[in-house]
DNA sequence: ATCGACAATACTGTTCACAATCACGAGGCG
DNA sequence: CGCCTCGTGATTGTGAACAGTATTGTCGAT
């Protein structure tokens, strides 16, 4: 009820069906075979094209058609790198002009990841997680920098859904997002940057990892 | 020769009539008079309109039509502080990974700013002001920041062309970007980012300036 | 004079057909 | 046997016409 009217774009739903990797990366992305996937003409699929090419879901190559985006190891940590640096700029934001209701807020979603975390449901954690930072997007209120963090995390979507398997992860992920959450309601916008960047540093490592383990190219 | 192939697409152009000014905020942008502006058919320019929605430099409504976008003074500082975490991520980059090389071509920039502050070339600097961002896009090799900051550049170019104008503040630029040199020179990743933050944090402070000096709205 | 219905206008959004381009493979030629 | 040339098919790119929608101007009633 809340939202009003969410009339779902063909380039959302092409978009969802990247980002969910129901389209896999590399897979080509043919016009006509996209009209009948989304229910759309052809001028609506190719402005879809347009836009998730601009968002880096996507690449076109002139009069060769489009392919779902490939991004690599080493791209990705570029990308959670960048997410890092706007992310804390967020965090600092929120730490700034969270009122009381929004620190209770913030608190209770934190209880509920510990709770989540105690009984092992990584969806109910994957969730609360999303909560987490839907919140701290509303308090922010900066939307230039939402904007943009929005995009990153589609982008390495293809990545980041490995690290919730992780033994030991959500234990250490739980306790960086509490130290972001003291932070913000301690009302310290240096120490809610820190501890966000540390918590995507640590995300980054453990990407790093990954590609000392993993075959290095395709 | 160097360059191979610019074939400047339809997209290009338009961006350039928009951040130059020469088309101003509020403007309506009619398709069917930017095909002759630009030479192109409809479905490039309805292509071109939807890229640069996407880069926000303009806004479309439903069956409403296109107008360039008209951006506040709040969110060229939105737009500032993004960019200013994001090219701090750059700076400590670039601090990583200069060589002998490329430390002598910032010094040498820095030399021909300074010259060009002590004579007044205002024109002169601003150029020098771009050789020393492209030089630090290319010894950073960071593209996904580098491809966001170059967005967001465009985004606020309306707000910042006035900056040059100001009494007193090539010189306050000219020694925050010394410093930025300085530390990627000594290879110091965090002085860098800090100097980096310090130059645009500067730059934000301007900006305030003028939100409290000049009418709110328009 | 003010307001509402209603027609005229000016666009955008969509569809269709066709031209342009590229990948692939067959066939000729050294 | 390798390489170049030339069809052929699939797919993108483009132009023109048409339909849909918001805005503006007009006219009559009160």
Redesign the pocket.
């Given at each position: 009820m809340t939202e009003p009217d969410p009339p779902l774009t063909a380039t959302d739903r092409l978009r969802h069906e990247i980002v969910t990797g129901r389209l896999g990366p590399g897979e080509?992305?043919?016009?006509?075979?996209l009209t009948e996937l989304l229910g759309?003409?052809?001028?609506?699929v190719?402005?879809a094209?347009v836009e998730l090419e601009k968002e880096g879901l996507v690449t076109?190559?002139?009069?060769?058609?489009?392919t779902v985006r490939r991004v690599s190891l080493a791209e990705a940590i570029q990308i959670t790198e960048a997410r890092s640096a706007l992310e804390a700029l967020v965090a600092a934001h929120a730490a700034e002009r969270a009122d009381a209701s929004d620190r209770r807020r913030l608190q209770a979603v934190l209880k509920e990841m510990s709770r989540a975390v105690r009984s092992g449901d990584h969806a109910r954690y994957s969730e609360l997680n999303s909560s987490l930072h839907s919140e701290l997007r509303r308090i922010s209120d900066h939307t230039v920098a939402n904007e943009l963090v929005a995009n990153l995390r589609h982008r390495a979507a293809g990545h980041e859904y490995r690290l919730a398997l992780m033994p030991g992860r959500p234990e250490e992920s739980l306790t960086q997002h509490r130290a972001i959450v003291e932070a913000i309601v301690a009302g310290d916008p240096e120490a809610a940057a820190g501890a966000m960047r540390a918590h995507l540093t640590s995300v980054i490592d453990v990407l790093r990892h990954w590609a000392r383990v993993e075959q290095p190219a395709v």
């Open positions: 080509r992305l043919v016009e006509m075979q759309a003409g052809r001028g609506a190719r402005s094209l076109r190559e002139a009069n060769r058609g489009a």
